[in-house]
């Protein structure tokens, strides 16, 4: 078993119109299965709508299943008993920086969750200061959020959920409120924490370009897993992905048009690199 791992999970939730009565029941997860390994860097895409944001917040037991089981590191998240233990060890980074930072200084806002849990103030302290690094934050610990960028807020925001020390961070979609800028380094600091700090990672996004470095994706569409593979095993399926309301990134589409047009290159292609790379491998006509 991985560090999260779902089973059949399903999550239905009622619908009720203005006077509390019951209008039905939509599922907003339907009999999804999920394998992340320790260290891995795991991608769920969809389109808004498709399940991915709710699916998120049971990995961080925010919600429940209606039926199936989530475990977190052997945990079950119905589990009411293990429920802190879950989320110390699977943090959450949400949409908007502002509704996760509180401390007037930057380093009094990434040092509350550890102070929480009791940790000494020295190792306080320390946490802080490798958390504030992991994210490139450190030179603005003295700072106010306030006058952050989005992207720096948000890297704030991750170094907050660094410094309780979680085995998995889950990011729900922590660019959507960012311009380009701050996508880029969120994404930079994400992949950073992976690579060199070894922290899983699970990041919810329905940007296709911020899934490229994933181990594995997972594409969802009304509750269901649709696809699942590599970012070059998904990105080869450009036609169902576009079926599925999902952009794909210009250099991927380029080089699948032009292998419509009839050039002999590979699909998926990922990276401006390597669409080079590819045509400069293409038989010219003698």
């Excluded at 709508?49 to 209606?66: D, E, F, Q, R």
Aim: with cysteine; proline share 4%.
């Amino acid at each position: 078993m991985g560090i999260i791992s779902a089973s059949k999970v399903i999550f239905e939730y009622i619908r009720r119109d203005e006077e509390g009565n019951v209008e039905g029941v939509t599922r907003a997860v339907d009999n999804v299965d999920l394998d992340v390994k320790e260290g891995q860097f795991i991608a769920i895409l969809g389109h808004n709508g498709s399940g991915k944001s709710t699916l998120a917040k049971h990995i961080n037991a925010i919600l429940v299943p209606t039926e199936g089981t989530i475990w977190v590191n052997g945990k079950d998240t119905k589990d009411m008993d293990k429920i802190w233990d879950i989320r110390q060890e699977a943090g959450m980074v949400f949409q908007n920086p502002d509704n996760q930072i509180i401390g007037q200084i930057v380093e009094e806002d990434v040092g509350f969750g550890p102070e929480n849990m009791g940790v000494p103030t020295k190792e306080i302290w320390e946490r802080v200061e490798e958390s504030l690094k992991a994210v490139g934050m450190y030179e603005f610990r003295k700072h106010s959020p306030n006058k952050l960028s989005g992207g720096q807020k948000q890297r704030v925001s991750i170094a907050g959920v660094i410094a309780m020390h979680p085995k998995c961070i889950i990011l729900d979609e922590p660019t959507a409120m960012l311009d380009p800028n701050g996508r880029k380094e969120v994404i930079r600091a994400i992949r950073a924490l992976n690579d060199v700090e070894g922290i899983t990672v699970v990041l919810i996004t329905h940007y296709m370009e911020e899934i490229i470095h994933a181990d594995k994706v997972f594409v969802m569409d009304k509750g269901h897993v649709e696809l699942e593979g590599t970012p070059r095993e998904i990105f080869s399926q450009v036609e169902k992905l576009k079926s599925l309301r999902l952009d794909v990134p210009q250099v991927t589409l380029l080089a699948h048009e032009l292998r419509q047009g009839g050039l002999d290159i590979p699909e998926g292609i990922l990276t401006t690199k390597e669409l080079i790379e590819a045509l400069k491998e293409v038989k010219q006509p003698s």
